[in-house]
């Protein structure tokens, strides 16, 4: 079993940035893919980054100003995010699952452990 405990959000001005980290326990953060995802109120779910072995993977949305990284020795997996816009508004959880190395790729079906999600406010 993954346990996965986000924190770091915050409220901050447009232009502004935000380390988000996702604390990792039950296996090693290199055992395990972990997705970033967002919500805002009235919208679908959106997957923004993710990180296992294969090539890291961004949406286009953030693209270019948000990095995910991990660290082993402290087992935590992060999101840094710069250049925040308000349409970042939103709770953003760390989602995934332990794999086993055959498929080097997040799929779908590797997000079954969630954080209970931080919030972040980006104000104009």
């Known amino acids: 079993m993954v346990q996965l405990v986000e924190s770091g959000g915050g409220s901050v001005q447009a232009g502004g940035s935000l380390r988000l980290s996702c604390a990792v326990s039950?296996?090693?953060?290199?055992?395990?893919?972990i997705g970033w995802f967002r919500q805002a109120p009235g919208k679908e779910r959106e997957r923004i980054a993710t990180i296992y072995i294969g090539p890291i993977s961004y949406a286009d949305s953030v693209k270019g100003r948000f990095t995910i990284s991990r660290d082993a020795a402290k087992k935590t997996v992060y999101l840094q995010m710069n250049s925040l816009k308000p349409e970042d508004t939103a709770m953003y959880y760390c989602?995934?699952?332990?794999?086993?190395?055959?498929?080097?790729?997040?799929?779908?079906?590797?997000?079954?452990?969630w954080g209970q999600g931080t919030q972040v406010t980006v104000s104009s």
């Open positions: 039950g296996y090693t953060v290199r055992d395990v893919c």
């Open positions: 989602a995934g699952d332990q794999k086993d190395y055959s498929d080097p790729l997040c799929r779908d079906a590797d997000f079954g452990y």
